[in-house]
């Protein structure tokens, strides 16, 4: 039998998801308390605490990201993309710059995938580029996640080869640090949710967990955790490297520690604003391409709106 149950209007799917909401959380209350303590004390067992030392060196720390945004015609799509590294001086280094048509079915992704993986990809280019006149270059995001993502995504094998080949330029590069505010790994604590979660809620102070390495797709990464103030969130770090050790993460702490914003690292915040592509910034692009006179996705469905 079918898991989807029919609904015979919106009323009644808007009574389906409020029930589910319902079920969810008896569900999440009704967890084994006694589980959850001992993963929490699992978590805090696990937790070094380390309080990072003053680094007095004038280093070079570079956040790398990519934004993007995508424009839906009939027939068509156009995409704008940008990619940088960018020192805490907000100077910007090897930028990256997009913009272009795709029409039907070339890929084989939606527009959003399309355009998350070369985003993806130019992250990875910025990233070696910068390797060598930089401390620390932080990657936004997680390295083993955008690689399982893009093995499922990537049907046509010169994309996915291309991909790969991007990412793994960064192999042993030990300075370069993926960095995720947000992690589904659950290797170390093994619970139902990631490992980030218990560790959040078991331990305030500034500390770190390192974790082992996983070789991905020719790629040795290894996993650590880190908090880089008291009470701030937690962070899922990722090194392309197999020789990483307590050390090597002690010294990210303490290159990061006084170069961040209530415990995020500050050369992320300015390159995420420095790349963001804006529905303003779209606007003009599409106008200045002569696209004014296509007709928009959104507008097909505005004319079906008005129409009912």
Same mark, same amino acid.
């Given at each position: ?32 308390v006694a589980r959850f ?57 090897e930028p990256v710059a ?39 270059? =932080?990657? @936004? ?8 993502? #893009?093995? &499922?995504?990537? +049907? !046509?094998?010169?994309? $996915? ?119 303003? =910034?779209? @606007? ?8 004014? #006179?296509? &007709?928009?996705? +959104? !507008?097909?469905?505005? $004319? ?5």
């Open positions: 039998m079918s898991q989807y149950q029919p609904a015979t209007n919106s009323d009644s799917m808007l009574e389906e998801l409020f029930k589910k909401a319902v079920q969810l959380g008896e569900r999440i209350a009704s967890q084994d303590r001992e993963l929490l004390e699992r978590a805090k067992e696990l937790w070094t605490e380390y309080d990072p030392r003053h680094d007095p060196r004038n280093r070079v720390v570079m956040g790398v990201d990519s934004g993007w945004n995508v424009r839906l015609y009939e027939g068509f799509y156009v995409y704008a993309l940008r990619a940088a590294a960018v020192d805490e001086r907000q100077e910007v280094h997009e913009f272009d048509m795709i029409g039907g079915e070339q890929t084989g992704l939606t527009p959003e995938n399309y355009v998350k993986v070369q985003g993806e990809m130019a992250e990875h280019y910025v990233a070696d580029r910068v390797a060598d006149e930089a401390d620390l270059v =932080l990657v @936004d995001g997680s390295l083993i996640a955008r690689l399982q993502s #893009a093995h &499922r995504l990537l +049907r !046509e094998l010169h994309l $996915l080869n291309e991909y790969l080949s991007l990412a793994r330029s960064l192999r042993e590069r030990r300075n370069v640090v993926f960095v995720a505010k947000y992690s589904h790994r659950r290797s170390l604590i093994r619970g139902e949710l990631g490992d980030i979660y218990y560790i959040a809620r078991s331990t305030r102070t500034p500390g770190y967990v390192l974790g082992q390495t996983d070789e991905r797709f020719g790629i040795p990464i290894t996993t650590a955790y880190i908090r880089l103030a008291n009470d701030a969130q937690p962070l899922a770090i990722e090194v392309p490297s197999g020789d990483v050790g307590e050390e090597d993460v002690r010294h990210i702490m303490d290159v990061l520690s006084s170069r961040s914003v209530m415990g995020y690292p500050y050369a992320l915040y300015l390159a995420h604003r420095v790349v963001s592509v804006s529905e303003a =910034l779209m @606007d003009q692009l599409c106008r200045t391409a002569g696209l004014i #006179a296509f &007709r928009e996705a +959104r !507008e097909v469905l505005e $004319l079906w709106g008005r129409s009912g």
